[in-house]
């Protein structure tokens, strides 16, 4: 007979592991946004173009997450964990040699497809070592997502300008050591789900309990207000990891090499931030942490672009510590909206942030093509100031 309440510890030996292949996972999304420099010289890509390829990663990689979702919550799947690697492993062969704009594409689809079956079931295996530490525990296994993000500029500097291209085939022993911590985490995933069941119907029954009377109406206007905060978030970060090494390129005259360092800054800054984000959301509640977050990060993305170089360094450190704060809070806090639907709540956000970042790679790389660069990285700095639209959200059953 199975038990009808979820462990309550907060399991940090199984966070830390799935946190792990997270990065891995991530770091194989990175090889692609590091190659773009790469690629654009040795297959003269345009603008639009890379546009393209970081819109074939992102959509692949979101607009499955929520369908993987909905039918993980129905029937929770532990297998779809290694399978995804191994999708991802074959798209770094690929994208070693492929030789073509249109061949770097289905390589791409194959990192996409890996990365949106693996993060529903990983959020899952999340809520299962959480106890009642939700925001902590997301937070620990969206660190791992950002770092392995944070790591594009340093593989673009030290792997790819050196290596160029054939460079992505060491992306291949990434999947394969995520695949190895997955064969430990598998099994006590397994456990978890024989011993508790899908948290579908646990979640139900606390949240019912706590939240009787929240109207329907409520729930759609909320979800409403944070996708489309995700929308702005997302579409600011695309054009920052992105474009913005174009852009120092040429408004500063930096190298290739040089360009990177603020966005490996921004990123980095971005892993510090998405921790201490999901610390502070459990004591001071997600709703404060979502509106610091995306409102708080505004007054230094209208600044960035009107900098003088030795001043860019330190506002996009703060830029993406803030930006980023509120990006696990953000998961959380859908799925208290949407009890007992955790994977579906998941691949929402983080799909529909990836899906959205796409559409923004795309549709910035052709305002850069008419506008010029310059313009759309000061046009897009605005983007941030929807965040401000937090306040509008519900309060969280911790306020």
Do not use: C
């Not at 009808?4 to 999304?29: E, K």
């Not at 420099?37 to 040795?42: A, D, E, G, T, V």
């Not at 160029?164 to 099994?187: D, F, M, S």
């Not at 360009?259 to 004591?283: H, N, R, S």
């Amino acid at each position: 007979m199975r038990s009808t309440t979820v462990q309550t510890g907060t399991l940090y030996a199984i966070l830390f592991a799935i946190s792990s292949v997270h990065m891995l996972n991530d770091t194989m999304q990175a090889v692609v946004s590091a190659l773009f420099p790469i690629l654009q010289k040795s297959l003269l890509l345009s603008y639009g173009q890379i546009g393209w390829i970081a819109f074939t990663l992102n959509m692949t990689s979101s607009v499955m997450q929520p369908l993987v979702g909905f039918f993980s919550d129905k029937r929770p799947s532990p297998w779809m964990l290694p399978v995804g690697m191994g999708m991802s492993l074959l798209g770094m062969a690929g994208l070693a040699y492929a030789p073509s704009f249109w061949l770097v594409l289905l390589a791409v689809v194959f990192v996409g497809i890996g990365s949106a079956v693996f993060h529903p079931e990983g959020s899952r295996v999340v809520f299962f070592a959480a106890g009642g530490r939700r925001a902590l525990a997301q937070s620990i296994y969206q660190v791992g997502g950002n770092t392995g993000s944070s790591l594009a500029p340093l593989m673009t500097i030290f792997i790819f300008v050196p290596l160029g291209q054939k460079g992505a085939v060491w992306g291949t022993l990434l999947a394969a050591a995520a695949i190895l911590v997955l064969l430990r985490v598998v099994p006590w995933y397994k456990q978890q789900l024989a011993l508790y069941g899908k948290p579908v119907k646990r979640a139900v029954s606390k949240v019912m309990n706590e939240d009787a009377k929240r109207e329907r109406s409520v729930i759609v206007m909320a979800l409403s207000i944070l996708v489309l905060l995700v929308f702005a978030r997302s579409w600011y970060v695309s054009g920052i990891s992105t474009f913005y090494q174009f852009y120092v390129e040429t408004s500063y005259g930096l190298s290739v090499k040089a360009a990177q360092v603020p966005i490996f800054l921004f990123m980095a800054a971005g892993v510090i931030g998405t921790f201490f984000g999901g610390v502070m959301a459990d004591k001071i509640g997600r709703k404060k942490m979502i509106l610091f977050s995306i409102g708080g990060s505004a007054p230094f993305a209208l600044l960035l672009p009107h900098m003088p170089l030795g001043w860019v360094y330190p506002i996009i450190f703060i830029l993406g510590f803030i930006i980023m704060s509120g990006f696990s809070v953000s998961v959380v806090y859908a799925q208290e909206l949407l009890p007992g639907k955790v994977g579906m709540a998941s691949g929402l956000i983080t799909g529909f942030a990836f899906g959205m970042g796409a559409l923004g790679a795309v549709v910035l790389g052709k305002l850069a093509e008419v506008w010029g660069l310059a313009d759309v990285m000061t046009y897009s700095s605005i983007l941030p100031l929807i965040g401000l639209l937090s306040i509008l959200l519900p309060p969280d059953r911790r306020e």
